[in-house]
C-alpha cells in the first residue's frame, strides 16, 4: 500500500469485476438488444457510458477528503428524501414494469433508491460517531436513527423496491450492532417490522405469487415458477466449466433479464462452476479489503463510514446469489458491478472512491506518525551517545485511532 495511493487492491478488484460484468452483459444482452433495438450493443454501450460517469464519480470523491460527507450528512437524507418523494408523482417519476422509481433524464434513466443507500449508510456514520458507542437507551439513543432510516424504507417501499428496502435494512442493522447497539434493540425493530414485510408480502398480488414460487418453483412452471427454474436450468447446465463464453441457451429468450438480475446464472451456464466462484472469491476479497479499511480508519466516522460503505456492496451482492439460486425469492436486485444499470453502478462506483480516500488518508496518517517516531528515536539515541538527556518530544500527527 503505497501512502499516496491507498489501497490500490480495492480499485484493481473493483475493475476485475467491473470489466467482467461489461463482458457477461454483452454476452447475456446482444440477441435480445439485437430483437428489441436493432443494435445487438445496445445495453453494452449505454453499460459503458455509465461505467464512463462512475469512474470519474469515484476519481473525484477519492480526492475529497471523507470528513466532508461527515458535515454533509444531514444535507444528504433531506435532499433524498425529497427525491424519493417526487419520484413517485406521476409526470416526474416514470413507471417501468409497473414500479415508479425513475427519473427520465434524455435518454437514460436514474434511480434514487441508490442514491438513497449512500446517504442513509453516510448518515448512520455520523451519529454512531458522535454516539461514540453508546446506543444503550431505546428511546433516546437507538430509535432517532431509526425513524430517519424508517422514513427512507418507507419511500423505496412506496416505489415497489422491497430488495433495496431489505437491503438498506439489513445494512442499517449491521452498523447499529458494530456501533454498540443492544440485541434486545435489534429484536423489537424485527419485530415490529415483521407485520410490515407481511403485509407488503402477502397483500400485494405479485409478490405473494413470487414467495410461492420460491417455496415451489415447479408448481407453476410456465408462469409465476418459470424465471426461478430458467435459473436452475442455466446454472445445472454450465457444469464445472460452463459452455464457453456467448454459448450459452438459457438467456435466448427462456430466462427474464438475463442481463439485469440474473446475469449471475448467465455466468455460471457460459463460465460453469469455475466462473461463479470465481465471482464470489473476487467479492470475498472485496469483503476484506473493505474490511481491512474500516479496521484501519483513523477516526470513528472513517470506520463506521468504511463498514457501512462495504457491507451495502457486499449484502446486495449476497442477497442476489442467494435469489439465483433460488435461497430468497426474486427481488429486482441487480449484481453489484456485474448487472446492467446505470444508477447502481455509479452509487458502488462512487462508494468505492470513498472507501479509497479513507484508505489513503490512513495510510498518510500512519506515515507521518512512522516517521515522527523514527526521529524521536533518532534523537534519543544522538542524545545518549552525546552524553546528555534530552527530554522526549511527542509525536506528532494523530493516532491511528480518536477517542
Known amino acids: 500500500m503505497d501512502k499516496a495511493r491507498g489501497d490500490r487492491s480495492l480499485i484493481l478488484l473493483t475493475l476485475l469485476l467491473m470489466v467482467t460484468g461489461l463482458v457477461m452483459i454483452y454476452s447475456a444482452s446482444a440477441v435480445l438488444a439485437g430483437r428489441q433495438y436493432g443494435d445487438s450493443l445496445f445495453f453494452f454501450k449505454r453499460q459503458i457510458l455509465w461505467a464512463a460517469v462512475g469512474l470519474i464519480a469515484l476519481g473525484i470523491v477519492s480526492h475529497v477528503p471523507y470528513e466532508v460527507w461527515n458535515r454533509m450528512a444531514l444535507p444528504l437524507v433531506l435532499m433524498t428524501v425529497i427525491l424519493l418523494g417526487l419520484v413517485l408523482i406521476p409526470g416526474i417519476g416514470i413507471e417501468l414494469n409497473g414500479s415508479r422509481r425513475w427519473f427520465r433524464l434524455g435518454p437514460l434513466t436514474l434511480q434514487p433508491s441508490e442514491a438513497a443507500r449512500l446517504c442513509a449508510v453516510i448518515y448512520l456514520a455520523r451519529y454512531l460517531m458522535k454516539k461514540r458507542n453508546r446506543l444503550d437507551d431505546f428511546f433516546r439513543d437507538f430509535l432517532p436513527p431509526m425513524i430517519v432510516i424508517g422514513v427512507l424504507l418507507a419511500l423505496i417501499m412506496g416505489e415497489s423496491d422491497l430488495g433495496t428496502a431489505a437491503v438498506l435494512g439489513l445494512v442499517a442493522g449491521l452498523?447499529?450492532?458494530?456501533?454498540?447497539?443492544?440485541?434486545?434493540?435489534l429484536w423489537v425493530m424485527g419485530l415490529l417490522a415483521a407485520p410490515v414485510l407481511y403485509a407488503m408480502i402477502m397483500k400485494i398480488g405479485y409478490r405473494r405469487q413470487?414467495?410461492?414460487?420460491?417455496?415451489?418453483?415447479?408448481?407453476?412452471?410456465?408462469d409465476t415458477g418459470f424465471q426461478m427454474i430458467q435459473s436452475f436450468l442455466a446454472l445445472g447446465g454450465g457444469g464445472p466449466v460452463g459452455m464457453g463464453l456467448g454459448e450459452g441457451r438459457q438467456k435466448l429468450f427462456f430466462l427474464p433479464y438475463p442481463h439485469t438480475d440474473f446475469i449471475f446464472a448467465v455466468i455460471g451456464e457460459e463460465l460453469g462452476l469455475l466462473g461463479t466462484l470465481s465471482v464470489l472469491v473476487l467479492f470475498g476479497m472485496l469483503a476484506w479489503r473493505g474490511l481491512s479499511i474500516s479496521l484501519k480508519a483513523p477516526d470513528p466516522f472513517g470506520r463506521h463510514l468504511a463498514f457501512g460503505l462495504t457491507m451495502m456492496i457486499i449484502v446486495q451482492a449476497m442477497v442476489n446469489m442467494a435469489v439465483v439460486t433460488g435461497l430468497l425469492p426474486t427481488k429486482g436486485l441487480t449484481l453489484p458491478f456485474l448487472s446492467y444499470?446505470?444508477?447502481?453502478?455509479?452509487a458502488n462506483l462512487t462508494a468505492v472512491g470513498i472507501l479509497w480516500n479513507i484508505s489513503r488518508t490512513a495510510s498518510v496518517e500512519r506515515s507521518v506518525l512512522s516517521r515522527e517516531r523514527i526521529r524521536s528515536g533518532w534523537r534519543t539515541k544522538a542524545s545518549v551517545g552525546s552524553g546528555r538527556r534530552e527530554p522526549a518530544r511527542r509525536t506528532g500527527g494523530r493516532g491511528l485511532r480518536e477517542t
Open 210 to 222: 413470487r414467495w410461492m414460487a420460491f417455496l415451489d418453483p415447479w408448481r407453476d412452471p410456465t
Open 341 to 346: 444499470g446505470g444508477s447502481s453502478l455509479v
Open 175 to 185: 452498523m447499529l450492532f458494530i456501533g454498540g447497539a443492544r440485541w434486545r434493540h
